[in-house]
Each structure stands twice: as C-alpha cells, then as structure tokens.
C-alpha cells in the first residue's frame, strides 16, 4: 500500500471540545446553515456571520489537539508511502499535532480574505463587517471560509490524490456535505479500499469496505499502530 488519503470533518475535533454540526447543541442547531455559512446570510447580516466565525475562532484558539490529531500526524511521519490528509475542518488542530500535508478545502479560521481583490491574510481573533483589506484597501475582508454554494479550495489537486489512492480513510464525519461526501465512489472508481472512522455509520457508510465504530482519540490510534506495524 503506497498512497493513503485521509478526509476529516468535525468528528475529529470533537474530543478537543470543538463542537460538530449536527449533534443536537452542535454548531448548527444554535444558527441556521442560512444565516451563517452562506454568502446571502453573510450579505444579510454581515455582523452576525463574523460574529459566529470570531466565537468559533476564540474556541479553536483554546483547543488541543486530541489523540485522533497525533496519530495522523505520526502516520504521516512514520508511513513508508504517501499520506495526504483533505479536511473539512477550519480549526488548525490537524497543524498543530504536527501533520504537515494538510489541504483545507472548507478554508480556515486563521485565514482572512478579501472579497473585492482575493489577497489572503492571517485573520485577527475577532473580524467586524467593513474591515479593511491590507492590500486594497476596500471595507471587504470576510473569513477565508467556503460557504454554501463556494466552490471548496485545492479540488483539482484532491481528485488528483484520490485517483492515485490505495485506501482512502474517511473520519468523523456525518457524509452529508457534497463534493465532500462523494470522494469514497471517486476513490472506490479508481480501486481504493476504504475505511470508515465514526462513532456510529455515517449517511455514506454502506460504501465503506471497512467500518470502525468508537471515538476517534480511541479507534485512530490503534489503527496506526496496526498499519505502521504491518507496512514495514
Ligand atoms: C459546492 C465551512 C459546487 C463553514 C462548510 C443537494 C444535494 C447535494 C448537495 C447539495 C444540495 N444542495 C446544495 C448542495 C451542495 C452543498 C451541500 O452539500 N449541501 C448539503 C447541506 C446538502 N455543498 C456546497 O455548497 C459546497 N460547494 O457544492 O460547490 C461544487 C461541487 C463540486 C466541485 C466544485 C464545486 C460547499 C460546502 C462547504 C460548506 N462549508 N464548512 C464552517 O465550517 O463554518 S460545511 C461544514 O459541514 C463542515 O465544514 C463539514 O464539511 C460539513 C459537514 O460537517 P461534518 O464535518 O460531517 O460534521 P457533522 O457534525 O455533520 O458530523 C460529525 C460526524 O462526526 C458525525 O458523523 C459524528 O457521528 C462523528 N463524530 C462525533 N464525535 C466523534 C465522531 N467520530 C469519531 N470520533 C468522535 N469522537
């Protein structure tokens, strides 16, 4: 096995104490996906939207990374081949355990861009409607985020990885956000085996080969120990 391409979504940061989005209390239960996580929400109540990401931005602030986060990191230190690690999250965890080859495809936090001239800076903790481009200087800068309806970030290079995938290992996540949901047919296209990590099948388990069901701080580890064990 050379190529190992991994997806997380928010079920890895949730032993870090980063809330899910559709746990009941999650992230979405307390907005609507409309308000907050959309372009129109944001055109609507800019206040509101930058609100949301400078709550979420203090919260990953304070957050560590878990024993899910270490062992991809210590996979991709350690495996003999590949490893490449998409993520849906926007929290920095994945970074700070010491992942290096991380593709943000929803954006970031820590990223700020502007919407008038596309420059991309590190955030400020707490972001308000009108900031100023540093490069511009238009009233235009927003979350480096990809909202509903954006086209996600690096999807050129991600179909590329998952065509050149032998596994591909889906973790904490829920399979309900496209073109995320869809890259297990588009690794299993190509001739990957897939893996599953959950607490319990997500909406896109039945295409999963393999499915391991517990707490990812538990299931990751012991996993990594498995594959590094037997890759030599
Ligand atoms: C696009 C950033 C075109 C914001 C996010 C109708 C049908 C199909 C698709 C669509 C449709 N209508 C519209 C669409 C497209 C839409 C979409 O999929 N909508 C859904 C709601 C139906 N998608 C888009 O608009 C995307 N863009 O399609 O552009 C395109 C397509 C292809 C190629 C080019 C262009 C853009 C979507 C991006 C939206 N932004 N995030 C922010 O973070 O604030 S999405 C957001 O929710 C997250 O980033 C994440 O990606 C997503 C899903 O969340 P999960 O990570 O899965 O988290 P969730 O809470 O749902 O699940 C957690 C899981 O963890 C659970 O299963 C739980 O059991 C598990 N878990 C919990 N604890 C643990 C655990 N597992 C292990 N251990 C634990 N301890």
Redesign the pocket.
């Known amino acids: 096995m050379q190529k190992i391409v991994i997806l997380t979504?928010?079920?890895?940061s949730?032993?870090s104490g980063l809330g899910?989005?559709?746990?009941e209390g999650?992230l979405w239960a307390q907005h609507r996906i409309e308000d907050v996580?959309t372009p129109e929400g944001f055109a609507r109540d800019p206040k509101l939207v930058m609100d949301f990401y400078n709550a979420r931005r203090a919260q990953a602030a304070e957050a560590a990374p878990n024993a899910g986060h270490v062992a991809l990191a210590e996979l991709e230190a350690q495996f003999p081949g590949e490893v490449v690690l998409v993520t849906?999250?926007?929290d920095d965890l994945h970074e700070q355990s010491g992942s290096r080859r991380v593709m943000h495809m929803?954006?970031a936090l820590k990223g700020a861009l502007c919407a008038a001239c596309d420059h991309r800076w590190p955030a400020p903790m707490q972001m308000a409607p009108g900031d100023a481009c540093p490069q511009c200087g238009a009233p235009t800068a927003r979350p480096d985020?990809?909202?509903?309806?954006?086209?996600?970030y690096d999807?050129d290079e991600i179909y590329d990885h998952l065509a050149e995938a032998d596994l591909f290992v889906s973790?904490?996540?829920?399979?309900?956000?496209?073109?995320?949901a869809g890259f297990v047919a588009e690794a299993r296209r190509h001739g990957a085996r897939t893996i599953e990590?959950?607490?319990?099948p997500?909406a896109i388990g039945s295409q999963f080969d393999d499915i391991r069901i517990g707490?990812?701080?538990q299931t990751l580890p012991a996993w990594v120990t498995e594959v590094l064990a037997t890759s030599g």
């Open positions: 979504g928010a079920g890895i949730a032993e899910t989005f559709r746990a999650g996580a849906q999250n926007v929803h954006g985020i990809v909202w509903f309806g954006e086209i996600p999807m973790i904490g996540t829920s399979g309900n956000v496209y073109p995320a990590f959950n607490l319990e997500s707490p990812a701080t």
